[in-house]
T-cell receptor, first 115, second 112 residues
């Protein structure tokens, strides 16, 4: 039972255009969401997060949108750059209680930004 | 700050052998984690620790053991390696529960 789903295994975008990566979740107890970026042969690195009390969080070229009613979040990268080519993981946690230690990860979306 | 370091980077084990994957962090984080990532899959939590002397099971603990004698170190022990343990193993640490976790570079393990 996959609680965090990234339904697009891959995405190709032209340099300078917008990249939109999507993530759906099923556990209504999740209230904190994160995006990680991973290059080959490296560990994931934290990119941006959002709490369920917000519907948008922005950091430079990266914006995460959260739609709680649809249990959906998306990561927008504008403008996309070749260095953004990586695998992007969506992750979620319960903000408090016994489950709060654990990040549940999606399977990842491989983004390729074409020069 | 080196962050989270893991050794070795690569290892090939024969079925039934044992080994310890080392993880060290220099950020004084109380929380540490071990994940495995199988091809085409997300990361799955094996074990975690909320402080020295305190560990607990994650989603996929079978076949592994951990200990946490210091804040800095969180080794993962594989006993009686099996082909199903072929994976990439990541160690991570964080300041708080469920929040941004800082990952090491990973150990690629093959069991044949």
């Amino acid at each position: 039972d996959q609680q965090v789903k990234q339904n697009s295994p891959s995405l190709s975008v032209q340099e300078g255009r917008i990249s939109i990566l999507n993530c759906d979740y099923t556990n209504s107890m999740f209230d904190y969401f994160l995006w990680y970026k991973k290059y080959p042969a490296e560990g994931p690195t934290f990119l941006i997060s959002i709490s369920s009390i917000k519907d948008k969080n922005e950091d430079g070229r990266f914006t995460v949108f959260l739609n709680k009613s649809a249990k959906h979040l998306s990561l927008h990268i504008v403008p996309s750059q070749p260095g953004d080519s990586a695998v992007y993981f969506c992750a979620a946690s319960e903000g408090s209680g016994a489950g709060s230690y654990q990040l549940t990860f999606g399977k990842g979306t491989k983004l390729s930004v074409i020069p | 700050n080196a962050g989270v370091t893991q050794t070795p980077k690569f290892r090939i084990l024969k079925i039934g052998q044992s080994m310890t994957l080392q993880c060290t962090q220099d950020m004084n984080h109380n929380y540490m984690y071990w994940y495995r990532q199988d091809p085409g899959m997300g990361l799955k939590l094996i074990y975690y620790s909320v402080g020295a002397g305190i560990t607990d099971k994650g989603e996929v603990p079978n076949g592994y053991n951990v200990s946490r004698s210091t804040t800095e170190d969180f080794p993962l022990r594989l006993e009686l390696a099996a082909p199903s343990q072929t994976s990439v193993y990541f160690c991570a640490s964080s300041t708080g529960l469920g929040y941004e976790q800082y990952f090491g570079p990973g150990t690629r393990l093959t069991v044949t």
